[in-house]
């Protein structure tokens, strides 16, 4: 299964963007990046995903690179209450099913 | 429209004992997929099942089993528990648990064994 690193932590000021890498450099060419966020060890909270193009949303937009082995998740207006666990994963499993791989995930710390 | 739901929120067992736990899809979801995520790491893939069929197991033991309904609810079964087995169980739905599609989680349960 294709890994991914993500720095441990982060911080942002409230209003301002934030930008979240990933690394993923053993992605193949079917494998998705999907990125969740888990408040609180609440069940995690999908928020995007691509496969190539970048890609927006209402709440993030989501920027992989042309080799597709890294991406970046950015919340143009970070809130107090963007402040969670945020993953970066790779789509992966057998030909009919999906699995999400976590890793150790970013914590992203919003601060007034 | 409601979202995934499992049951119950908080278990506390003992060792050796047996635990079940249940999840409700999404509304036309079919396939459930069961992750386990132990203090201080991300989760864990457990299962996914799709129609009643088991089509992708992560790396536990035996202990581990589970099944679908033709509800397309689920149940997780835990057997001889064991102490690191303590953790919050996630149950996420989607509608075919291929990997083009989302896959939506509930609010966990969380197991203590003692």
């Known amino acids: 299964d294709a890994k991914t690193t993500q720095p441990p932590s982060m911080d942002c000021a409230e209003g301002r963007a934030a930008n979240l890498p990933c690394n993923h450099s053993?992605?193949?060419?079917?494998?998705?990046v999907y990125w969740y966020r888990q408040i609180h060890s609440q069940g995690p909270q999908y928020i995007i995903h691509?496969?190539?193009n970048n890609e927006t949303n209402e709440m993030a937009s989501l920027i992989i690179t042309e080799d597709r082995k890294s991406s970046t998740l950015i919340l143009p207006h970070a809130t107090l209450r963007d402040t969670a666990v945020y993953y970066c994963?790779?789509?992966?499993?057998?030909?009919?099913?999906?699995?999400?791989?976590f890793g150790q995930g970013t914590i992203l710390t919003v601060h007034p | 429209d409601a979202g995934v739901t499992q049951s119950p929120t908080h278990l506390i067992k003992t060792r050796g004992q047996h635990v079940t736990l249940r999840c409700s899809p999404i509304?036309?979801?079919?396939?459930v997929s069961w992750y386990q995520q132990v203090l201080g790491q991300g989760p864990q893939f457990i299962f996914q099942?799709?129609?009643?069929?088991?089509?992708g197991r992560g790396n536990f033991p035996d202990r581990f089993s589970a099944r679908q309904f033709p509800n397309y609810s689920s149940e997780l079964n835990v057997n001889a528990l064991l102490l690191g087995d303590s953790a919050l169980y996630l149950c996420?739905?989607?509608?075919?648990?291929?990997?083009?599609?989302?896959?939506?989680f509930g609010p966990g349960t969380r197991l203590l064994v003692l």
């Open positions: 996420a739905s989607s509608l075919s648990g291929t990997r083009q599609e989302t896959q939506y």
């Open positions: 053993t992605i193949s060419g079917n494998e998705y």
């Open positions: 691509g496969l190539k």
């Open positions: 994963i790779v789509m992966s499993g057998g030909t009919s099913y999906g699995k999400l791989t």
């Open positions: 509304s036309g979801h079919k396939s």
């Open positions: 099942y799709y129609e009643k069929e088991e089509r």
